[in-house]
């Protein structure tokens, strides 16, 4: 599941690492500006999820990706039509 997480550094993280059969998935990045209380950081999600739940991942991320492009293709030739 995602969580909001922060680092407590100004380098923006990898979207992705892998270790050994852990994967840390990180999305929705935002530069946090220092102040007088914080140092400049990024806070963003992360969802934590072993090798074989990032494989359902990747295999149902797919299938979205081309469900949503025949929704795009299929409302554009609605738009044709009206």
Do not use: C
């Not at 979207?15 to 963003?44: C, M, Q, W």
């Not at 990747?58 to 299938?63: A, T």
């Amino acid at each position: 599941m995602w969580k909001k997480t922060e680092n407590g550094e100004a380098v923006k993280p990898e979207a992705l690492e892998i270790s050994g059969s852990n994967v840390i998935l990180r999305r929705d990045f935002r530069k946090v500006e220092a102040s007088e209380d914080i140092p400049e950081h990024y806070t963003y999600e992360e969802w934590q999820m072993t090798a074989d739940q990032y494989e359902v991942y990747q295999n149902f991320e797919q299938i979205i990706g081309e469900q949503s492009d025949a929704l795009v293709e299929l409302a554009g030739m609605l738009s044709e039509v009206i």
